[in-house]
């Protein structure tokens, strides 16, 4: 079933077992936060400023390369890029969107400052909407490799989610108030 998202102004099928972050801290206004229950997965919706100066079959890499600084990741051997493709629009829902764009990579994180890193595989989907001068960003976090001295190690993957939960969230984003934007 469909959630609201950004106070009903888009709308997405978010994966199974995900708390709503917003519920347990502050989350920026241009996001939206899920984990799951029971893993140390996450999806974010993220509402970025589009980026008109860069083109649309890199724009995927530059907000994956902007999220490796965030993650303190951008140090060789920290990340890599495996694959970009374009989503062919007969298999998304968001029609307003110019392009769309799905990236896999990994990035080497560490938890809280931790010294400990773990291997988090990144999928992440990009819909280009210049004509809202927005960039609408979703971000699949799948951590694969746990460090044992991460807090994250006692995690279980039972239920954890699939590529296949991603992208029925991906193909079930809905505009349903372009005045989000403004």
Known sequence: MARPLFGGALSAVV????????ELREIPDNQEVFSHAHTDQSVI???????????????????????????KATAE??????????????????QQCSSAWLLSGAQLISKFNEEAK???????????????????????????????????AVVSAEESWTLQDFLTL????????????S
Request: aromatic residues 8%; contains cysteine.
């Open 45 to 71: 919706v993220e509402l970025m400023e589009y980026q008109a100066h860069v083109e649309d079959s890199q724009a995927a890499r530059y907000h994956f390369e902007d999220l490796a600084g965030s993650n």
């Open 15 to 22: 994966p199974p077992n995900a708390t709503d972050i917003s």
């Open 77 to 94: 051997g920290l990340w890599e890029v495996r694959g970009v493709e374009p989503i062919p629009s007969s298999q998304i829902n968001l």
């Open 118 to 152: 773990n291997t988090v595989n990144i999928h992440l989907c990009l819909f280009r909407l210049p004509q809202y001068t927005t960039d609408i960003l979703i971000t699949f976090n799948d951590p694969v490799n746990i460090s044992p001295l991460s807090s994250s």
């Open 170 to 181: 991906l193909q079930s984003v809905r505009l349903l108030d372009p005045g989000v934007f």
